[in-house]
T-cell receptor, first 117, second 110 residues
Framework: EAGVAQSPRYKIIEKRQSVAFWCNPI?????LYWYQQILGQGPKLLIQ????????DSQLPKDRFSAERLKGVDSTLKIQPAKLEDSAVYLC???????????????FGPGTRLTVL | DAKTTQPTSMDCAEGRAANLPCNHS???????VYWYRQIHSQGPQYIIH???NNETNEMASLIITEDRKSSTLILPHATLRDTAVYYC???????????FGAGTRLTVKP
């Protein structure tokens, strides 16, 4: 079974530029997540989608970050304009979704390492 | 904030069992204990999860105390490839936000 795919794996940009990351979840997974992981810290949730709808974006800096999952499968995360503090690894995860009596397990992609100069 | 407390780092000899503790004294009845690990430059990898019973899979065993306030992840025969940061997370079925703490950095030594 193929895992979560992300691209690019690495990106270097200058501050105030724009950048976009792409994620393809595991086939059949309804729920998709974007996390930000700053060096030395654990991942922090940015946004969660259920199919093509947003479930939780309370920790997404909406003045510069946006995300979409138009057809309920692939997703893109965009930063415009980037700041130095956005340097981090951006992780995508997917899961089947909660069902009564069954815990929901998230599976992570390899991440995109963003460096903002 | 994360609801768990883990040691910052641990060492283990190759071939020996690695026992990673986690305290979650405020866990509630509908919260699961999840363990993930993150090898350098990779995304977090799911290891195991449990509610109140001990669990075992091909990767590890999870021992949860009877009062559910702490748990231990056991890697029965640690290898060099098990060197990673191990995260213990509690979450319930109403909340998909997994709150990662700093985790335990396990170093397996030859």
């Amino acid at each position: 079974e193929a895992g979560v795919a992300q691209s690019p794996r690495y990106k270097i940009i200058e501050k105030r530029q724009s950048v976009a990351f792409w994620c393809n979840p595991i086939s059949g997974h309804a729920t998709l997540y974007w996390y930000q992981q700053i060096l030395g810290q654990g991942p922090k949730l940015l946004i969660q989608f259920q199919n093509n709808g947003v479930v939780d974006d309370s920790q997404l800096p909406k003045d510069r970050f946006s995300a979409e999952r138009l057809k309920g499968v692939d997703s893109t995360l965009k930063i415009q304009p980037a700041k130095l503090e956005d340097s981090a690894v951006y992780l995508c995860a997917s899961s089947l979704g909660w069902l009564v009596g069954r815990a929901d397990t998230q599976y992570f992609g390899p991440g995109t390492r963003l460096t903002v100069l | 904030d994360a609801k768990t407390t883990q040691p910052t780092s641990m060492d283990c000899a190759e071939g020996r069992a690695a026992n990673l503790p986690c305290n979650h004294s405020t866990i509630s009845g509908n919260e699961y204990v999840y363990w993930y690990r993150q090898i350098h430059s990779q995304g977090p990898q799911y290891i195991i999860h449990g509610l109140k019973n001990n669990e075992t899979n091909e990767m590890a065993s999870l021992i949860i105390t009877e009062d559910r306030k702490s748990s231990t992840l056991i890697l029965p025969h640690a290898t060099l490839r098990d060197t990673a940061v191990y995260y213990c997370i509690v979450r319930n079925y109403n909340n998909n936000d997994m709150r990662f703490g700093a985790g335990t950095r396990l170093t397996v030594k030859p």
